[in-house]
């Protein structure tokens, strides 16, 4: 299902972040909470991040996601909301049964102090607003330039 062990680990990090959040409301707020558990709690995912358009993004965490959802391990919610006269499309990502069954069965794979980073940036971040995160993760991102 999952080919390599690095692409293995950083997947398994992703889904233990969803699961402990039990849904994650937006595909930018996923992508800042991957990138502070790296700069913040040194979880080691595997991911590298680079600045672009709303902060620091993973070409490699977008593309895991995909391939998450395809091999059925997270759902991904698609929702068309109208902003100004302009249709946005939103996403929530959630575990599924099959992905918390492969999360259990692979935690051997992630050592606890990767586990604990995780739930402390879950803790922390998402039940904040998009927009206290993506300032925060700015602030970082322009520090690390």
């Known amino acids: 299902m999952v080919e390599t062990q690095n692409n293995k680990r950083g997947m398994l990090c992703i889904l233990e972040l969803i699961r402990t959040a039990g849904k994650v409301e937006s595909k930018t707020k996923l992508q800042k909470m991957m990138f502070l558990a790296k700069e913040d709690e040194k979880v080691n995912h595997g991911y590298f991040f680079e600045k672009y358009l709303y902060g620091p993004f993973s070409f490699d965490v977008s593309s895991d996601l995909n391939a998450l959802e395809r091999f059925g391990l997270i759902r991904i919610e698609r929702t068309t909301v109208n902003l100004e006269d302009n249709e946005v499309e939103?996403?929530?990502?959630?575990?599924?049964?099959e992905g918390l069954k492969f999360l259990e069965e692979s935690k051997n794979i992630l050592?606890?102090?990767d586990v604990e980073g995780i739930h402390r940036i879950v803790g922390k971040w998402n039940a904040k607003t998009l927009n206290e995160i993506l300032d925060y993760a700015y602030k970082k991102v322009n520090k690390l330039s």
């Open 111 to 113: 050592e606890d102090v």
């Open 90 to 97: 939103r996403f929530s990502f959630s575990l599924t049964s």
